[in-house]
């Protein structure tokens, strides 16, 4: 192809609802023939979502989402590479948790409430970004898969990785985390791609506190892909 059209981006999201190939991993051979044959050149592989899809240090594996002997994203990554196709880890659920997962029983500590004893704001508990073992927890998780997985072309986050304005404003704090995880990926691996796909900017900081474009203007994220969910 020439040199302008190799630039186009045509991504794809892979969610854990409803995946089989999630627990069949022999389907993604064929999922990825079918993208590559699309023209997609970049799949993002759900993989943190009441725990992870892959065996982790520091998070429960979500045993729903993938068979005890599977590792999706190890999956992904190898077919990926044979069809031609960039993967990314996207960290769906971001600060957000269930109450009942293991995470939220074992650190009650972590979790937010708001002025009115409330924790429980669109269906989720939420983890405290000034907590240090939060904040610990999540450089743990998102070097790991950046040590664990050399193919690996990048990380995403996406509008979970905020703080519903009903707990403050916590633009501060999510900023601050972004730095701390962005800076500790790097010196790992300096070549993956830290992604981010926020709602449009005044939805972002009005409701879950998260100011991206200072992030973009501090160099932190590499690519920005905009949710446009809008009528």
């Known amino acids: 192809s020439n040199p302008e059209e190799s630039k ?14 999630l627990t069949y991993t022999t389907q ?19 993989v943190y979502n009441d725990g992870t899809t892959y065996s982790s240090k520091y998070a ?64 989720h508990w939420w983890l405290d970004p000034d907590n240090p073992q939060v904040q610990e927890y999540f450089v743990n998780l998102l070097t790991e898969v950046a040590q664990s997985y050399p193919d690996l072309y990048g990380i995403q986050i996406d509008d979970h990785w905020g703080i519903p304005i009903q707990f403050g404003d916590k633009s501060k704090a999510i900023t601050e985390l972004t730095r701390q995880v962005v800076a500790a990926v790097r010196k790992v691996k300096p070549d993956l791609i830290i992604s981010l796909s926020p709602n449009p900017l005044g939805f972002s900081r009005k409701k879950y506190a998260q100011d991206w474009l200072a992030w973009i203007n501090e160099g932190l994220i590499d690519e920005l892909v905009m949710q446009l969910y809008r009528p």
């Open 28 to 46: 993604t051979d064929n999922v990825f023939h079918r993208l590559s044959r699309l023209n997609y050149n970049r799949v993002y592989v759900d």
């Open 8 to 21: 186009l981006i045509k991504g794809i999201w892979l969610s854990h609802v409803g995946n089989a190939w």
């Open 60 to 123: 429960p594996r979500n045993h729903l989402l993938a068979l005890p002997f599977t590792n999706p994203l190890k999956t992904a990554i190898k077919q990926g590479k044979r069809q031609d196709l960039n993967i990314y880890a996207w960290y769906e659920h971001g600060m957000m948790t269930f109450p009942w997962t293991k995470l939220a029983q074992q650190h009650p500590d972590w979790i937010l409430v708001t002025d009115n004893n409330e924790k429980l704001i669109d269906k």
